[in-house]
């Protein structure tokens, strides 16, 4: 990333209660391989994003983005970790 | 989680030249969207396992379920986090 980039990375999750057929497959599966001590997965998402240096309001853009494009706000939630 | 249960976040990313067809798409989108602030966009995935307290060798067993089942060693890697 050149010092005219800015990160943010948007993490993905299903709300709790919301079924995860992704992990349900996952701990299954490493159940049948053997691996008895893992006692669940849960599946999620994450986006980097690069953003201008100069960007205005990134805050409030991010925040837009999240819920217009990146999750489906009725069954997902989000958290941003910024640089 | 009860405290019969360790947790551990496993993020697997594409490696670094390989293509992110969903990342370039959501790039797209939010270009015609009207968010020119967002230069890139790059997309992950990450997995929260629940794991027995009492499990030995936990290290070992992340890093093999990680090659086995969790990634594709060819094009991505993966960083764990445990709590």
Redesign the interface.
Known sequence: MSNN?KKAVV?VRLKDGVLDPQ?VT?HK??TQ?G??????????????????AD??D?DR?ID??CS???TNPVIETFTVEKD
């Not at 691996?35 to 201008?52: K, M, T």
């Open positions: 980039t993490y992990g996952i599966a490493l391989m691996y008895n001590d893992f006692l669940s997965v849960r599946s999620g998402r994450f986006f980097e994003l690069g953003i201008a960007a205005g990134i853009q837009e983005v217009k494009l990146l």
